[in-house]
């Protein structure tokens, strides 16, 4: 958990949905500044189960799922003594603020979200939308509020959800006085990683690169990247700045002397794009082996994740707890009859 200087430093929260392992996409856009950022904040990492359910009801890959990506977290370097791991729904009080907050939400605002309207326009008869895809930007308006977090690590696609959720929170604080800080963004210097079709890198498009594959695995993803569109025979000269392979070599190859050296035989076009994917496999396999080794101890000690888990969600209830008790008073609910 936090220190106790906790109450003095300025809190994040973000999460991830458990919906298969991470990739380096999950990695370079948040992940990463999750790590960075866990000394200098009072960090709540949240396994956003309930969200996992908004485009597929179907919840019986969840307990692993949850598992996997909090054993992912900390093979990269999430570390329980300096934040808060805990599952969304171990901490109910998200849904009544999710209800609060929804009653302050004009439909425009939830209609115009990039994610639905693509999903609205692409489902003519409606079969597939659910009322909780539409409501989604509500129910992570209520997971950063509830922990008044100052700031939210995400990648580049999720900016215009934060906005919804700036939007929510200055109608709340005008109707019922001043209870949340805005949350803003915290993008790291990559916030969207292509993935091997240049597509943004997703675990729903197939596209991505898993942090825990095996070396095997991995060579033939990278082999299957599409490089540069505008080298279309082996001995044109190449675009490196456009080229996603020379993008993850700048990320990933130790060999620093390497990297001016690529640059070079691919604008002369005497470096092939087949061996430039091999050697890029070999440094990916390399990079990543540190992270692999971290994973397969924690995998071995499942009880210890669970702990973790149990852990922070009793300081995440802690905290949202406290939160919803000043809501209730804001709003001015729960107050004329006492609960036993
Ligand atoms: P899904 O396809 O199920 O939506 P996803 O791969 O987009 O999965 P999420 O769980 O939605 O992953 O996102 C977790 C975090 O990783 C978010 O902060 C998101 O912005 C970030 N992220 C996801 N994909 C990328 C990417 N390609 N580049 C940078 N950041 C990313
Ligand atoms: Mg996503």
């Not at 790291?188 to 825990?212: C, F, Q, W, Y």
Request: charge should be neutral; glycine fraction near 6%.
């Amino acid at each position: 958990m936090a220190d106790t200087k906790a109450g003095k430093k300025k809190r994040i929260l973000s999460g991830m949905r458990p919906t298969g392992r991470i990739h380096l996409g999950n990695y370079e856009g948040a992940l990463k500044n999750w790590v960075k950022l866990q000394d200098e904040f009072d960090s709540f990492h949240m396994v956003a189960d309930w969200h996992a359910l908004t485009n597929n009801p179907d919840a019986a890959h969840i307990h692993a799922d949850t598992l996997d990506m909090v054993i992912d977290w900390m093979a990269a370097g999430l570390d329980p003594k300096k934040c808060t791991m805990f599952i969304q729904s171990h901490v109910r009080e998200h849904a009544e603020l999710h209800l609060l907050l929804s009653m302050a939400t004009p439909l425009g605002w939830l209609e115009r979200c990039p994610t639905f309207k693509e999903l609205y326009r692409d489902d003519d008869e409606r079969k597939g939308l659910s009322y909780g895809m539409l409501g989604y930007p509500v129910l992570q308006a209520a997971d950063i509020l509830i922990y008044k977090a100052h700031f939210v690590p995400v990648g580049e696609d999720q900016v215009p959800h934060l906005e919804i959720t700036r939007e929510v929170c200055r109608r709340f604080n005008k109707l019922y006085g001043k209870v949340f800080p805005e949350p803003q963004a915290k993008l790291t210097e990559t916030p969207r990683i292509l993935g091997a079709d240049r597509r943004k890198m997703s675990k729903s498009l197939g596209n991505h690169i898993v942090m825990s594959d095996s070396p095997d695995a991995i060579r033939k993803k990278v082999l299957t990247m599409i490089t540069d569109p505008k080298r279309p025979r082996k001995n044109d000269p190449g675009h490196p700045d456009e080229c996603n392979v020379f993008t993850f070599h700048q990320l990933y190859n130790k060999n620093r002397d390497r990297i001016p050296e690529i640059e070079k035989g691919c604008r002369a076009g005497d470096w092939a794009c087949y061996d430039c994917k091999q050697e890029l496999a070999t440094a990916l396999v390399e990079w990543l082996e540190p992270f692999r080794e971290k994973r397969e101890a924690l995998a071995a000690d499942p009880d210890f994740v669970k702990d973790v888990l149990r852990q922070g969600n009793l300081a995440a209830r802690r905290a949202a707890q406290a939160v919803m008790t000043e809501v209730r008073e804001k709003t001015t609910l729960g107050s004329l009859i006492a609960d036993d």
